[in-house]
């Protein structure tokens, strides 16, 4: 038997199994680099038309953090600003889901046992993720080269688009492959490969808004979304980073097969300890918070580095030449136009949004276990010792809660980080944290839709994850495409005040907060008549 | 005497498979209730029914004197469930999950959890991954039988057990019997449905085909005869006895099956014809329910359609 034994059919059910999932992720991608090149291209004629915009984007930190650099001053390079790098850890985030679909969720679900015993070899199940996983990166950046092209964009800078965005989602198709065969179970596949890819992203925001010749620039080289990022697409358009991504490819999946050789099937390598012989929760909300407890613990860290790191960019922000442009074009992205206000609280409101949309991911997460203990069969025994309410309002309130503590965090952090630059502790942390707790009806009304879709339409739930991505292009495109504000409106972060940019307001936070409720009671009582399947 | 679960006409539809076609079972208070039929019958729809899992279409559902949808805090604290698919939480430790369904449940019998750990030879300080199938039966099983509780679901809950294990399951399935416990088993093993069953109901397709004791059933069985005879007799004269079946007859030998209570006739006929010699064997327990479980509804419905007619329409409304 050849050592790759069964890995054509593996592959073809694997396809199978995704003919939905990667067509459509492929042409949202393709459309989204492709739709924001075309709209730029509409609303700007003309280079001179766009500078006024432009100059502030390439001078401006918290956008540097947040898009990465500009490539050149031209329009191309506008065009693409932010589907770069935005559109590269989308990319990524697709390459992970592929290759963790058919590889450690597989196996903790137990069906690689089921084929495992068949006419297949051991390395067959990852060598067809593998290749599923770069077929679907190849993919998506040859279609993005194709369309940015006949966009009308530069061809050369096109092609190197494509290989930013294959250098990027190569790289985490072997940072997947390789956490996949470190844990034991799915949730850990996601830990280590989803906060590889909160790390790049971080090194590389703080290496892109270092001074020349500060030192930490360095950081961006640790970082395979710093490697797509020096193709410089429709700038110097080089094209030697895609040996590093290809080199980096190798290595990793040459990593995980030996780890692979190393480990038994539905083990990890990370050893497992014998653990206590009692327990001590009595409620299911103990159990609830138990099971949350990795996450909590995951994001309660995040939010103290990413709190300190936008602090810290603030601190340097001073020295930015804030001419009446840059101010406007910030005003327009934190949705407080017209106002008089400080540069800075423009930066700090448009860092705690994205913040809080990264947070609302916490928070669907945590609610949408209710499905996976469901599909996996554990809610079974549980929904027998308990009352289904019980069970349900149980996630809704750690997720409700743990958003709040998150946000708070992330504003108590930057705010110490912050009174570096302005001396004073208590007014900085009482500005910030405010500011970033305004946000959290917000992302309570998208947990509200996550249970709403378990409750009703359980098939349904990865919704919440489509939603979620909606209202965060929606809050990225709305103000700099100059598309209608009633689009805005329909994403809940369209209805949060603009804190500390803009005063704070409470008649929003008040309707949003009902809105969550009402659509929060509506999916537990969903949940409540409905059929628990198996 | 009283019943622990009355079911009576119960429906329900996935989509356009019927799994529940009006189904009947009672099952008495502390009694051990063998729940059979092959597989995709609806045992597991039924149970899951009973528990509160999934809403009936139609028909009534009484657990423990109470309505499973509209009671379920206060039934859940007065039963138990094995699923047959135990799925545990992948970090938490055996004990750990014995102890939370204990809590949940109101209580655990805390010498019985001792004693119940020990017998299954359990390790509680594994976590729930590294569990083999049957490990993580045997979790739930601990859970289940030391909890004070007043009936038992359980639902191929040996299906993963080596049979030393079984054996140790079917003496504390018996001891709570002695305590008063009724129990519901879903099972597929024979040996174990006749050891411990006081009665049981035999489903297929959705629907109630016997139930009553071990005893009961056999006598609506057939029983094989076998004899030599002096004159020939021709299968055409042998089919004058109703509920015959297998009929093989050569020259003067004759085997065949007959329904139990039509072996007096067959026995008539046969000596009209001089035996000489005579075998006759009762159905063994295989044979008892292989008979049930395959498809024969023109006899028991009185319909007039053919067997593999009336599985579709039972299964494809």
């Not at chain 1, 947040?66 to 490539?71: A, I, N, R």
């Not at chain 1, 489509?466 to 990225?476: D, G, K, N, V």
């Not at chain 2, 479980?293 to 419905?301: H, L, N």
């Amino acid at each position: 038997m050849s050592t790759f034994a069964g890995t054509g059919s593996l592959l073809r059910l694997a396809s199978r199994r995704d003919r939905l999932l990667i067509p459509v992720s492929v042409l949202a991608l393709v459309a989204f680099a492709a739709g924001s090149a075309q709209a730029t291209i509409d609303l700007y004629p003309s280079l001179s038309s766009a500078l006024e915009i432009i100059r502030p984007l390439v001078a401006n930190p918290a956008s540097v953090a947040l898009y990465g650099p500009m490539t050149s001053l031209t329009l191309d390079s506008f065009a693409v600003f932010k589907s770069v790098l935005l559109g590269g850890v989308f990319v990524c985030l697709l390459a992970y889901i592929v290759v963790r679909r058919h590889t450690r969720t597989e196996e903790e679900a137990g069906r690689l046992e089921l084929l495992g015993a068949g006419a297949i070899e051991r390395r067959s199940p990852l060598t067809a993720a593998l290749l599923l996983g770069t077929a679907t990166v190849v993919a998506t950046s040859a279609l993005t080269a194709a369309s940015l092209a006949a966009v009308g964009l530069d061809a050369r800078g096109s092609f190197a688009f494509g290989v930013c965005w294959l250098v990027m989602g190569l790289s985490w198709v072997g940072i997947t492959a390789v956490a996949a065969q470190l844990t034991e179970t799915t949730r850990g596949t996601a830990a280590l490969s989803l906060g590889a890819l909160g790390a790049a992203f971080l090194l590389r925001a703080l290496g892109d808004t270092a001074g020349d010749d500060n030192p930490v620039r360095f950081l961006t080289w640790l970082s395979p979304l710093g490697w797509g990022q020096k193709v410089s697409p429709y700038g110097d358009n080089r094209l030697w980073p895609f040996w590093l991504g290809l080199a980096a490819f190798v290595l990793l999946v040459a990593l995980a097969y030996r780890l692979q050789e190393r480990r038994d099937l539905g083990a990890g390598l990370l050893p497992s300890r014998p653990g206590r012989p009692r327990g001590s929760m009595r409620s299911v909300g103990a159990l609830t918070t138990r099971l949350a407890r990795g996450t909590l613990i995951g994001w309660g860290v995040s939010a103290v580095v990413i709190g300190s790191v936008v602090g810290s960019i603030a601190a340097n922000l001073e020295s930015l030449n804030g001419s009446d442009t840059t101010l406007d074009l910030l005003r327009k992205l934190s949705g407080a136009a017209g106002a008089q206000v400080e540069l800075i609280d423009v930066f700090f409101t448009t860092e705690l949004h994205i913040i809080a949309l990264a947070v609302a991911a916490m928070g669907i997460s945590i609610v949408t276990r209710l499905r996976t203990e469901e599909t996996s069969l554990r809610a079974e025994m549980l929904l027998t010792t308990t009352s289904r309410l019980a069970w349900a309002v149980s996630h809704l309130l750690v997720a409700l809660t743990s958003t709040a503590v998150v946000m708070a965090l992330v504003g108590l952090v930057a705010g110490a980080a912050d009174s570096q630059r302005t001396g004073d502790v208590a007014a900085s942390v009482g500005r910030l944290v405010p500011a970033a707790l305004v946000t959290v009806p917000a992302i309570w009304v998208c947990v509200a839709v996550a249970l709403l879709l378990v409750g009703w339409v359980p098939r349904l739930t990865g919704l919440s994850w489509a939603a979620l991505i909606t209202f965060l292009l929606l809050s990225e495109l709305v103000p700099v495409l100059g598309l209608p504000d009633w689009m805005m409106n329909l994403s809940p972060f369209g209805h949060v005040p603009s804190m500390p940019a803009q005063e704070g307001r409470v008649l929003p936070l008040v309707m949003l907060v009902a809105v969550a409720a009402a659509v929060a009671a509506a999916g537990l009582a969903g949940l409540r008549r409905r059929d628990i399947h198996a | 005497m009283t019943s622990a679960i009355q079911v009576h006409d119960l429906r329900k539809t996935f989509g356009r498979t019927v799994a529940l076609d009006g189904l009947d079972l009672e099952v008495s208070a502390g009694e051990i209730h063998g729940f059979l039929g092959p597989n995709g019958a609806g045992k597991s729809t039924t149970i899951r029914i009973l528990l509160g899992l999934l809403r009936s279409d139609g028909g009534t559902a009484t657990l423990l004197g109470g309505d499973p949808r509209r009671e379920v805090e206060t039934l859940h604290r007065r039963l138990a469930y094995v699923p047959g698919d135990v799925a545990l939480w992948p970090n938490l430790t055996g004990g750990e999950v014995i102890d939370l369904l204990g809590k949940l449940r109101g209580g655990l019998d805390e010498k019985r959890r001792a004693d119940m750990l020990e017998r299954f030879d359990l390790d509680p300080t594994k976590k729930g991954r590294s569990y083999s199938k049957g490990n993580r039966q045997k979790v739930a099983l601990v859970a289940a039988l030391s909890s004070d509780v007043e009936l038992l679901i359980l639902d191929e809950p040996t299906s993963g057990l080596d049979p030393l294990m079984e054996a140790v399951f079917q003496e504390a399935a018996r001891e709570r019997r002695r305590q008063g416990t009724t129990i519901l088993l879903s099972s597929h093993i024979l040996s174990e449905v006749e050891s411990l069953c006081d009665r049981v109901s035999i489903i297929r397709e959705g629907r109630n085909v016997e139930s009553g004791t071990l005893e009961q059933l056999r006598h609506l069985s057939r029983t094989t005869v076998e004899g030599t005879l002096e004159r020939p007799i021709s299968a055409d004269q042998l089919h004058a006895v109703p509920g015959l079946a297998d009929v093989s007859v050569a020259d003067h030998h004759v085997v065949c099956a007959v329904e139990t209570q039509h072996l007096g006739q067959l026995l008539a006929l046969l000596g009209q014809h001089g035996i000489k010699t005579l075998t006759s064997a009762p159905p063994t327990l295989e044979e008892l329910f292989m008979d049930q479980y395959r498809a024969r509804p023109a006899a028991a419905q009185g319909s007039s359609a053919g067997p593999s007619s009336a599985a579709e329409a039972a299964t494809t409304r």
